[in-house]
């Protein structure tokens, strides 16, 4: 079979197969709002259309480009790999690639010492559960309010938004939800002694929710003084889209397990990491015959441990930490700037290129009504008046942070260039500015939306 001719002959008929084979709603969602593009070619920063038309990417696959697409160095080395007609996959056997990608990740979290390596982020969240749970010998797990840790029963026991798990009960038991930001309420949730972990996101991905400055410090003291292992999902904010390696280094934090995915293996291949104090993965692996006590068939596969390894060196050679603090910071700070400007804009928010434009109910009773008119049909529809513009016009792919949120998110590749930096503030000006006109074509759109959302009640 010659792959790329299959896909030049049936390219009429992607929407079809996924429609009769696949997710049919997925097809409906991307007509609706006008994101039913074919692409072709992923470089960088860009998806290209079949026309040549090009799209900055401030999506990431959901936060997997932080190289960009296709970045050569991986490609590079996936090839070298794939070449050698390496082993890989013996199990009943130890992998050198996966020996060494540990190394490498345990040198950028030296306070941490054992790596268990994993398909996905939500994988990693299992593997924390059950790690905590036998390390500690209790089951109660904690998690915050907002929370998103994956889709799993595990994790999905651990999500803070009531409508993933629409459907899907019973979950898993001793699983208890905390207010986001409130020392008070977890010192509460703590002091029976008998809480296993407490997971969290440094910066939460359904809001871009970033917590005051205090709380992550004071919650690592609770939990030490509790017994409590801390877990710190670094799924999205890890590897350097925050400015730090791992957004914990913000506040100083030293989680006693972190857990990575998405960008680890530069958007090539499935993986995951959790990263662990050894005493903690001594309590799982304790006995011979507990050796595959906890793993996966595909852990530690070659072209996903490689591609992990390019991905560190990337990261260092490119030095993408510092950028995604540097150029994030001054992205943050002129978006920042729009929100005197505008009414609906009420703030900009993140660390690094993690970044949330938060919009809400305006003062004047013109813009006021129009909010509550679209507010009433569905809320959080005017984050699509804000997306889908500008992807139509601007040709820029971004999401609205979660469901029912004001908050547009914003997670580029950390190669972003100044002038694509430039094109996303002259691109959330246009549109922004447009939506502060009532009526004009934004609303246009927004009545459109809300009929719609009224529609599929
Ligand atoms: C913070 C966080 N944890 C876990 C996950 C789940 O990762 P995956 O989709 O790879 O299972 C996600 C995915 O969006 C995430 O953002």
Known sequence: MKILELLQERRDDVFALHEQYLNAQMVRVLHTIGFDVRYTKAEGSYLFDAEGNRYLDLLSGWGVFALGRNHPRVVEVLRDVLAAELPQLVQLDVSPLAGLLAERLIARVPYLEKVFFCNSGTEAVEAAIKFARCATGRSKILYLSGAFHGLTYGALSLNGDERFREGFGPLLPDCEVVPFDDLEALERALCGGDVAAFIFEPIQGHGVDVPSDAYLPEAARLCAKHGTLLVADEVQTGLGRTGRFCAVEHWGVEPDLVLLAKALSGGFAPLGAVLTRKAIFDRVFNRMDRAVVHGSTFGKNNLAMAAGLATLEVIEEERLVERAASLGGELLQKLGALV???????????????????????????????????????????????????????????????????????????????????????????VVNDAHRVPG????????????AVRNR
């Open 340 to 430: 005197p400007r505008f009414e609906f804009l009420k703030e900009v928010r993140g660390k690094g290129l993690m970044i949330g434009m938060r919009f809400g109910e305006p003062e004047s009773l013109k813009l006021k009504t129009a909010w509550k008119l679209l507010e009433r049909a569905n809320a959080g529809l005017f984050c699509q008046m804000i997306t889908i513009p500008l992807f139509a016009r601007h040709r820029i792919l971004s999401q609205v942070a979660g469901h029912g949120t004001h908050v547009v998110k914003f997670l580029p590749p950390l190669i972003l260039s100044e002038a694509d930096a430039q094109w996303v503030l002259g691109a959330v000006e246009d």
């Open 441 to 452: 074509s934004v609303w246009d759109l927004g009545k459109k939306l809300a009929s719609h």
